[in-house]
């Protein structure tokens, strides 16, 4: 079952990921909430549309937009609207 793991805690566990582009998205219920705080960085993608991201923290340490989402996703993007994916050391065992 892929998981994203960062400074040694389990951020997603999913069964469900979808694979775009070498990337796991993680459905929204398979993430642990506590650990991710909004942020306000947002970037577009020609064909996924506007990303929104997520700050970790994990006992005390902050990784800044390590996580990221598309609220509303592009018509070719639909299968991953609202999933979460990870990068900036976030590691995904699959």
Do not use: R
């Not at 892929?2 to 389990?10: C, H, M, S």
């Not at 506590?34 to 990784?63: L, M, R």
């Not at 994916?85 to 976030?90: E, S």
């Amino acid at each position: 079952m892929p998981k994203a793991i960062w400074n040694g805690t389990v951020l997603a566990e999913s069964d469900n990921t979808v694979v775009v582009e070498g990337n796991h998205y993680f459905p929204s219920d398979a993430i642990n909430k506590q650990y991710f705080q909004e942020s306000n960085t947002h970037t577009t993608c020609p064909w996924k549309g506007v990303a929104s991201y997520y700050s970790i923290e994990v006992d005390g340490q902050v990784n800044k937009d390590a996580a990221w989402y598309y609220p509303t996703a592009k018509e070719k993007a639909k299968n991953i609207e609202g999933y979460v994916a990870f990068w900036k050391g976030v590691k995904v065992e699959a």
